[in-house]
């Protein structure tokens, strides 16, 4: 990484914020801006709006499971759209700037179709472009294996394209701009008085992101993190500050004991009954749930009575399916008597770095839930979060009535 390289600013820019044609106008018009403080400027792009979330269902018509590759070179497609528009806007305004695609400008990634990981990104290509004086813009969410097979990310991946691309470059910043003003205390569709953060540490944002607060993916905080890039967080409808992700012992003041609220509504949960007290049933359980890639994301074994145990566990939604199929083979294996799959759960957490030297809050949490009449399913918590699984129906009111109890409507942020 040359001292030069430090200058590179990476901006990544959402679905609705390019949204429209005009939302592609406006972009153009504020990379332009941008351009005489950041002369070496990265722009990473999702697909307009809604586009990806058609594409799923186009394919849905015409096959029952649709995945693997096809899948994957379908989606793609969305990203080459937004680029090469905002492009033609660039240059439309006498701006020198050239649109790529994952693969022309050397996103590896393994071949683990819909959910790949980059391996490598060959910044040649992107360097000499930006030699050249040419803003990059590169296709979010995809990236290209060593057979010149096309792949997607995940959902939300263009986050994780805008991380590694910044963190390739040695980029100064990672800025994810958004439809929100930054990472708040809450969903601001659920909250509308929820509470930005100048500031939170990369492990906060990484937690937040993973119990489902959707403005940032948490590999693309993982990638920054191990990286040491600085992610700025921010609208992409005006200029002003957004919330900075940095390292804790970057953190000017002590944050608050919760920073966040959140939900997710995309879960499952599973529940096998009369499992045989003995050892290696769990093993048996989560090594079939391992060779078949899914994820589990809470475990919870009840102590057994007269021999027999129960195994709960939480999965997202999209695995509930090969769950079901795995609950019928350990039926007839006789690893468990019964298995249970509920899709109308969901799960709320609070995060924050303090939590868990902070006595009472988890405490506060279950109280706020007891009050609103919300029964907790299961629970489960480490150093930085306390989550619950309760019924789908009561999420929403859940994480009114929690928030509230930490960020009193009227408070200051970081009243907790
Ligand atoms: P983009 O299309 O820009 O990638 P996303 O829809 O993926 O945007 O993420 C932004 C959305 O994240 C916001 O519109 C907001 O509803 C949601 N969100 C959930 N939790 C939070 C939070 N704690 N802070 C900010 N936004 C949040
Ligand atoms: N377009 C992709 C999606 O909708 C990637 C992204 O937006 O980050 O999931
Ligand atoms: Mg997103």
Redesign the pocket.
């Known amino acids: 990484m040359s001292d030069g390289s430090r200058s590179i600013a990476v901006q990544k820019y959402?679905?609705t914020s390019v949204a429209t044609p005009e939302r592609i106008r406006a972009i153009a018009d504020r990379v332009t801006a941008c351009l005489p403080d950041n002369p070496r400027l990265v722009v990473v792009l999702?697909?307009m709006g809604?586009?990806?979330?058609g594409l799923v269902a186009l394919a849905h018509e015409v096959a029952a499971r649709p995945q693997g590759r096809e899948m994957d070179l379908l989606?793609a497609t969305?990203?080459q759209v937004s680029v090469s528009l905002l492009g033609l806007a660039l240059q439309d305004k006498g701006v020198a700037a050239i649109s790529l695609t994952a693969a022309q400008c050397g996103i590896r990634t393994d071949a683990a179709f819909n959910i790949a990981r980059i391996e490598s990104i060959d910044t040649r290509r992107i360097l000499g472009e930006l030699e050249r004086d040419r803003v990059v813009i590169i296709t979010?969410?995809q990236g290209v294996t060593d057979e010149q097979e096309v792949t997607?990310?995940?959902?939300?991946?263009?986050?994780i394209t805008g991380a590694a691309v910044a963190a390739a470059l040695g980029a100064r910043v990672c800025e994810i701009c958004t439809d929100v003003d930054g990472v708040l205390s809450a969903d601001p569709n659920l909250v509308p008085h929820a509470q930005r953060w100048p500031a939170i540490s990369y492990e906060e944002a990484i937690e937040m992101a993973s119990s489902g607060a959707k403005v940032l993916?948490p590999r693309a905080a993982e990638v920054c993190m191990a990286y040491g890039i600085p992610i700025h967080v921010r609208s992409s409808f005006h200029s002003r500050e957004g919330t900075w992700i940095v390292g804790s012992k970057d953190m000017v003041m002590e944050q608050a004991a919760v920073v966040g609220v959140s939900s997710d509504k995309k879960i499952a949960k599973v529940t096998l009954l009369d499992v045989p007290d003995r050892p290696g049933m769990a093993a048996h359980v989560f090594q079939d749930l391992a060779a078949d890639d899914i994820s589990v994301r809470l475990i919870i074994q009840s102590a057994s009575s007269e021999g027999r145990g129960r195994i709960t566990f939480v999965l997202d939604a999209e695995y509930a399916a090969g769950a079901e199929s795995l609950v019928a083979r350990w039926k007839a294996d006789g690893v468990a008597a019964e298995g249970l799959i509920e899709r109308d759960v969901a799960k709320i957490s609070i995060v924050g770095s303090r939590l868990a030297s902070t006595p009472g809050l988890a405490a506060r949490m279950f109280s706020v839930l007891a009050r609103e009449g919300i029964n907790i399913d299961c629970i489960s918590s480490s150093e930085m979060k306390v989550a619950c699984v309760i019924g789908a129906e009561h999420v929403d009111r859940a994480v009114r009535a929690v928030h509230d109890e930490f960020f009193p409507p009227t408070a200051a942020p970081g009243a907790s």
């Open positions: 959402g679905g999702s697909a809604k586009t990806t979330d989606l969305g990203e979010g969410f997607t990310l995940g959902r939300g991946g263009s986050d993916h």
